[in-house]
């Protein structure tokens, strides 16, 4: 096996839907998560070697997910992913998901990720590591590099959070998922009963890490939204989106 592509099946099980039987957004990039992380051991690249042989970590910095539809509970997704060359520190990483029973297009997703050390929490340089993946040269990205987030100018709904144990993953600091759930959180039922988001850019500025409490603002502008994250005056995280009617499969 060359690496150059992998894909992953998951069904979709009740822990990975909201109540209205669709897909979490979270559990969504979970599964990419867990896609990427199998690609990057096939490469030799896992996270224990990253470790061991550099000191290193990836993380992720931004990303752009477009939804033709949200997957339900019962659908089995088939999500297959591919690095492109690697552009000054970033490594694009993009996945397609697909109905793994019908082919039919739940979305695609776009990623930018570094390279962080893990003593420091700096970023480094791809350097040797970006010498050891495979040349992907040949290959097309399905969708363009994630955009930049776009801040409305509406007033923003302010609360206070303090990140939680279930907010940390293995980097010891906020997963990038869980700042999903935040935002699905500030959105509130009152709308995710009616309508689902349909697409999303994300940018992951600053980590948070697990005594660092956060100010989160939320802006609304008629179905398009953007939420953010702040520790004291350092933007850790921003996102912008939009929201679509609910499919009458999601509420059957």
Not at 42 to 68: A, C
């Amino acid at each position: 096996m060359d690496w150059k592509q992998y894909t992953g099946t998951f069904p979709v099980l009740t822990r990975d839907v909201d109540y209205m039987g669709t897909l979490r957004p979270a559990s969504m990039l979970e599964m990419c998560q867990e896609v990427a992380t199998i690609h990057s051991t096939g490469m030799g690249l896992s996270r224990e070697t990253l470790l061991k042989n550099h000191g290193v970590v990836w993380v992720l910095t931004s990303l752009e997910t477009h939804l033709d539809c949200l997957p339900v509970l019962g659908d089995e997704i088939a999500i297959t992913t591919q690095h492109m060359p690697t552009r000054h520190f970033f490594f694009p990483r993009y996945y397609t998901l697909t109905d793994a029973r019908t082919g039919q297009s739940f979305g695609t997703i776009a990623s930018l990720w570094v390279l962080m050390d893990i003593q420091t929490r700096r970023m480094q340089a791809p350097g040797e590591i970006a010498r050891m993946m495979p040349d992907n040269s040949d290959l097309v990205a399905p969708t363009p590099l994630p955009a930049p987030v776009s801040i409305l100018s509406d007033a923003p709904q302010v609360s206070e959070y303090h990140p939680l144990v279930t907010d940390l993953d293995l980097n010891r600091h906020v997963n990038n998922a869980r700042y999903l759930d935040w935002c699905l959180n500030a959105l509130g039922m009152e709308t995710l009963t009616d309508f689902e988001i349909s697409n999303f850019i994300a940018n992951y500025r600053h980590e948070v890490l697990p005594d660092e409490p956060v100010t989160i603002e939320l802006r609304r502008h008629d179905q398009q939204f953007s939420f953010s994250v702040m520790h004291h005056d350092t933007r850790c995280f921003d996102l912008s989106g939009s929201l679509r009617p609910r499919s009458k499969q999601a509420k059957a």
